[in-house]
């Protein structure tokens, strides 16, 4: 019997070590670069920021304008260890071609820009160190009728639309044809990025229970892996919504979404949240994308360091100064400050 019992402990011991390894194999390839970098910059380049009345003529054209050369000097110059670029939202224009796209919603000409934004801006970024990091929605563009009805989804008229978290009854509760079809659009460009794009921060996953927690794909893990087709080490996040304290949805992203209206009010007890790197997103300004700054240099470096002190990771978003992507004077010096304060800066 005590032979047996001994036994058992000892599997036990083995097991325990096993996944502790697991666990910790899982931080260093994925998020101890993003835990050492502490924190990075977000930017809401899209064609209903930067275009008055967005056509794809005039995309193409605020795309190929982007500077990625001067946007990456900035950003240098401050120390950011990453940059967030959206790839596009709801009006139906993205930053980069996408052939899974156009197949799917046959629109022509394409909305997907001509030129490849993000691989250009990663290849910048690179040679000065920092790494590239794309937003998306997990729904499809609201605002383009057209791309609503291909993909199959239903914004707004779907039963569980009225509430959050719930778990409603139907066949299509689930939404499968539409989240098979994103997942093959978010595979095609994260296998045209490959190692290029370091990680992902999907918005809008208000309905986990509804949508994604269930053992067969399409799920939280199915989602996951159509993010990091193109890269297994790539770091994905899920965004709930504005929640404080912040919260972690699965065990299937790497990083915390952490999205925050009032950074100076958030409290971070360590560096996880539950298996999730703590990271918070908030804006410089009065709101996402916005100007002037709401906060002194000084208030911007606390807010931080309270949250990198305990391990944590912070990522500020910033408007872009007009179609050229380059960040403002007046929120380039904040971040230089911080980089300054953080010793990140060279």
């Given amino acids: 019997m005590k032979a047996a019992h001994a036994m058992i402990i000892g599997l036990c011991v083995m097991l325990c070590a096993t996944t502790l390894h697991a666990q910790e194999k899982k ?55 990453y940059f967030v670029l959206t790839l596009g939202q709801n009006s139906g224009f993205f930053c980069a071609p996408n052939a899974t796209y156009d197949s799917l919603v046959g629109i022509t000409p394409s909305k997907c820009a001509k030129r490849d934004l993000p691989g250009d801006l990663s290849a910048a970024l690179k040679k000065r160190g920092i790494r590239l990091m794309v937003y998306l929605p997990a729904g499809a563009p609201d605002r383009d009728k057209e791309a609503m009805e291909k993909l199959e989804w239903q914004n707004g008229k779907h039963p569980f639309w ?49 949508m994604y927690r269930h053992p067969d794909a399409p799920n939280f893990e199915s989602f ?37 209206n009032e950074p100076g009010k958030v409290v971070c007890e360590g560096s996880r949240v539950g298996t999730a790197q703590f990271q918070m997103l908030s804006y410089l300004g009065p709101n996402w994308c916005a100007k002037p700054p709401r906060f002194t240099a000084e208030q911007v470096v606390q807010y931080t360091r309270n949250i990198t ?3 944590g990771v912070v990522t500020w978003d910033v408007p872009p100064d007009g179609v050229t992507g380059r960040i403002l004077p007046e929120f380039l010096e904040q971040l230089q400050a911080l980089g300054k304060a953080l010793g990140t800066a060279k």
């Fill in 27 to 81: 931080d260093d390839t994925r998020t101890g670069w993003f835990q050492k970098a502490k924190w990075g910059v977000f930017m809401h380049y899209m064609a209903d920021t930067v275009c008055k009345a967005p056509t794809v003529e005039s995309w193409n054209q605020a795309v190929g304008s982007f500077d990625v050369e001067g946007l990456a000097d900035q950003l240098a110059s401050a120390g950011a260890g």
């Fill in 162 to 210: 009225s509430y959050r978290n719930g778990t409603p009854k139907g066949e299509d509760s689930r939404l499968v044809s539409f989240q098979n079809k994103w997942e093959s659009v978010i595979a095609d460009w994260s296998k045209r990025w490959g190692k290029n794009v370091c990680g992902w921060w999907f918005d809008g996953c208000y309905f986990p229970d509804a």
């Fill in 224 to 260: 996951a892996a159509a993010a990091r087709a193109g890269n297994g080490d790539s770091i994905v996040a899920f965004n709930p919504g504005v929640e404080n304290p912040v919260i972690t949805l699965t065990p299937a992203e790497d990083y915390t979404a952490g999205e925050i």
């Fill in 309 to 311: 002190d305990k391990g």
